[in-house]
């Protein structure tokens, strides 16, 4: 007897946890493989719901049902079948490796073909929306303090020139915070590739 299967990828057990953590609160997994090579992949990741044998009209209907109940989705893939469904999430994500339909169809692509990278592209979008509202806040105060300082006849051209330019280099220092980010996530990647802690993962069945 000869046996052959794909393995899990190595950081999806890891990532899945991490956006967990981060706030993520449902998994399903959506694929065209056998229910048995499925559920083995869903049970070693800890993932919440399993369907299997599905046509890409089948995923479609299983994202829009998602929806209909109110659920923000985001839909992961890499094969031609499932980039409708990368089409009808909320949000669609494709691997870097995959095909040039789901490639075309999605909002994000992971460059790197790593699902770690999928935690990284969560963080950087969240701490950009909390950068852009602590500037808009910045930006805002400012003028309101202006105003109020005009009004009042505290605030002269030279001062009111001032604070602003202030405030604006305060703005774009905020901003520049954000290219730390990309340090960050490759000093913790390659924290975590040096570490034994992974060496010991077992090769399990893999889905599309």
């Known amino acids: 007897m000869i046996s052959i299967a794909d393995r899990i990828r190595p950081d999806a057990g890891a990532a899945i946890a991490e956006l967990r953590d981060s706030g993520v609160s449902r998994f399903v997994m959506l694929t065209g493989d056998n229910a048995h090579t ?46 409708p469904a990368i089409a009808t999430a909320d949000v669609g994500i494709a691997m870097g490796a995959g095909t040039d339909v789901s490639i075309d169809t999605a909002d994000v692509i992971l460059m790197a073909d790593r699902f770690d990278q999928l ?45 602003h330019e202030v405030s604006v280099l305060v703005v774009i220092l905020n901003a520049v915070r954000l290219v730390r980010f990309g340090t960050r996530y490759r000093r913790a990647v390659g924290n975590q ?13 893999g889905v599309e």
Not at 138 to 144: D, E, F, H, K, Q
């Open 38 to 83: 499925a559920q083995r992949v869903a049970d070693e990741l800890a993932i919440d719901e399993v369907r299997a044998e599905l046509l890409p009209q089948d995923k479609v209907a299983a994202i829009s049902e998602l929806r209909a109940e109110g659920r923000r989705v985001a839909m992961i893939g890499d094969g031609i079948n499932d980039a």
């Open 119 to 163: 935690v990284h592209a969560l963080s950087l979008a969240r701490a950009t929306v909390r950068n852009m509202k602590q500037n808009t806040i910045i930006a805002l105060g400012t003028v309101v303090v202006l105003l109020a300082g005009v009004l009042a006849q505290q605030v002269f051209m030279s001062t009111g020139m001032l604070v």
């Open 193 to 205: 590739e040096s570490s034994p802690a992974g060496a010991g993962i077992p090769e399990r069945l």
